[in-house]
């Protein structure tokens, strides 16, 4: 069947053949009748047409252009036919009408970043659609579906106003692949009809998901790992594209209820676990089945634990204690009366084989500071007090050395004092360091100060101290006691307490806080530290009547833990404290086994 030609290719025609030819245009005449009376006869006349100059105007973007085009009719010969009577001659008059060519407003054009320019739309846009118009994929090649009325040419564009692409021949579908990933993504489509005039841009959006859901599985921070006892996890299921289909969980390869809230979390009772291991697994989905997994593994021992530990006693009554004294300017008040407060505490260490050494907090003096042990008042080249010297001598000699005459740094640093006069004892092969630690002796140190430890740097840590007195000499006993302006006295920090021993009390607290045989906190704001240096006393000297215990014993105070010494049964009365088994007397050096059960 042949096709019509549409009135509007006839015009193109006929334009397109004026302009490549250059004739001049000729207008439709119409021929009007001669007036049929009588007898009628045919003459032909020649008739003139004028040749007329006609303005043409062109409607652009910016404005309107007017060009004058030469418009030639040409001489046509008129045939009339008249009658014998009367031959008439009609006038055929050609009017040339203005010829006018308009073209339709078009937005300024612009180019896109990529060097693409659009094409003005003059018919209605066809139909297109991605993936038979789905909502999401998951794979960046789509298919697409097109349709347009007389088509012979499509361009497909990654943009939404069919900027790039190339023309090519017209498909109903197509296979295209999106330009981005894991966001939404747009594809435009312009159409040619039969005549290669372009359509109007049409375009669609899909989102791009290829990402599966997120898991934060982790086990619950109250659970006991213990046999009976109501174990927990906690879940948290995001996606940030489709939206989380489905998911499941398992423990031990059972389902488990972990059903999720409306922020996609959950709290999952895994109920009263027994001994064993166990393996939670939790499984999901998005809506473009997208899937992932995350899991944890746990074990749950027996309700109680059976303890087998080992202690070793190397000294009977040995104690090193280290007064580590506040010399800066602030501590003056505290300074007049130090030689008169240590009577109480001389009194309770009578009876252990003691060294005392003493150091400050300056931490730059290289000879009172820096960890390094002051020279006793009064004596030559003496270092430290032990007790062969009689107790009264031994009493007014340290008294007289703690009461200090120089100013020292104001950066006080009693735990950074404490660390460095230990490394000066590993590094050492002589006095005086040598002299004061023993490495079967227990340690104790007494900082007095009216200030906190002033620096932060790895020396000055309350932890890290402990760690280093426990990796330098493996199971030595330890207490860290404080003469400090208490946290929280704010009378003592309006007058004498300069500020809060914050760190020294956190280290004294590492060492056993408010135990027997542990640390003691005092206040520095005393007017007699008599009565705390004699509570500091008495704790070191029952250090050596005590053991650590790994966790505390279930059953009587006094009867839960079965001792051995050297393999037999020690039946000397004890009583638990705590973390602490404090004896009646002083052990006997040797090896001891503690079996005893704990929660």
Avoid at 236 to 248: F, L, Q, T, W, Y
Avoid at 371 to 394: C, H, K
Wanted: charged fraction near 15%; hydrophobic fraction near 30%.
């Amino acid at each position: 069947m042949k096709k019509l030609l549409t009135t509007r290719t006839y015009v193109l025609i006929l334009a397109l053949a004026l302009t490549a030819c250059g004739a001049e245009k000729k207008e439709p005449r119409e021929l009007l009748p001669p007036n049929d009376t009588n007898n009628n006869q045919s003459t032909t006349t020649t008739v003139s047409v004028t040749t007329t100059t006609v303005p043409v105007t062109t409607t652009l973007p910016g404005g309107s252009t007017t060009t004058t085009l030469p418009v030639t009719t040409t001489t046509l010969p008129v045939t009339t036919t008249t009658s014998p009577v009367t031959t008439t001659t009609v006038p055929v008059t050609t009017t040339t009408a203005p010829v006018t060519t308009t073209t339709s407003p078009v937005t300024t054009t612009t180019t896109s970043p990529g060097g693409c320019t659009p094409v003005p739309g003059q018919r209605p846009a066809g139909t297109f659609t991605i993936n038979n118009g789905a909502a999401a994929t998951k794979s960046k090649t789509v298919q697409l579906s097109l349709g347009f009325d007389e088509p012979s040419a499509m361009k497909i564009s990654n943009d939404a106003d069919c900027r790039c692409g190339n023309w090519e021949n017209f498909s109903t579908t197509k296979s295209w692949n999106l330009s981005v990933e894991n966001q939404s993504a747009v594809v435009s489509v312009q159409y040619k009809d039969y005549d290669g005039v372009p359509s109007q841009c049409v375009h669609a959006y899909i989102l791009h998901d290829s990402l599966a859901p997120t898991i934060l599985l982790s086990a619950d921070g109250g659970n006991t790992y213990r046999d009976g006892d109501l174990h927990f996890a906690n879940l948290s299921i995001r996606d940030s594209g489709v939206g989380v289909k489905a998911h499941r969980c398992l423990l031990n390869g059972a389902s488990v209820s972990c059903t999720l809230d409306s922020s996609g979390n959950s709290r999952i009772n895994l109920g009263a676990l027994t001994t064993g291991s166990y393996r939670l697994n939790v499984e999901t989905s998005d809506r473009l089945d997208s899937a992932s997994s995350a899991n944890i593994t746990f074990d749950v021992l027996p309700k109680y634990r059976d303890i087998q530990q080992l202690v070793d006693i190397q000294s009977s009554n040995k104690v090193d204690i280290l007064f580590i004294i506040d010399n800066s300017g602030s501590m003056q008040f505290e300074q007049k009366s130090m030689a008169q407060r240590m009577s109480s505490f001389m009194q309770q260490i009578t009876s252990l084989d003691y060294r005392i050494g003493i150091t400050t907090t300056d931490p730059v003096d290289k000879k009172l500071g820096d960890g390094n042990l002051v020279p006793m008042t009064g004596l030559n080249n003496t270092f430290v007090i032990d007790n062969r010297m009689p107790i009264n001598d031994a009493q007014r000699i340290i008294g007289n050395t703690l009461q200090r005459s120089e100013t020292g740094n104001s950066s006080e640093q009693g735990i950074y004092a404490t660390y460095r006069a230990i490394e000066r004892f590993v590094a050492s092969s002589g006095a005086p360091h040598k002299n004061f630690f023993r490495n079967e002796a227990g340690f104790a140190a007494v900082v007095i100060s009216d200030e906190d430890e002033s620096a932060s740097g790895p020396k000055n840590d309350p932890q890290n101290l402990v760690n280093f007195v426990d990796s330098t000499w493996p199971g030595k006993k330890f207490s860290f006691h404080s003469i400090i302006t208490i946290p929280g006295d704010t009378a003592c920090r309006n007058t004498e307490g300069a500020a809060y021993g914050v760190r020294y009390q956190q280290l004294s607290r590492l060492t056993g806080l408010g135990t027997v045989g542990g640390s003691i906190v005092g206040s520095v704001c005393a007017t007699d530290y008599g009565s705390q240096l004699r509570g500091i006393g008495d704790s070191v000297r029952q250090m050596v009547r005590t053991m650590d215990l790994d966790c505390a014993p279930i059953g009587p105070n006094n009867s839960s833990i079965v001792i051995l010494y050297n393999g037999a049964n020690y039946t000397e009365p004890y009583e638990v404290q705590g973390l602490k088994i404090l004896f009646q007397k002083n052990l006997p050096v040797g090896r001891y086994e503690l079996r005893y059960r704990c929660l």
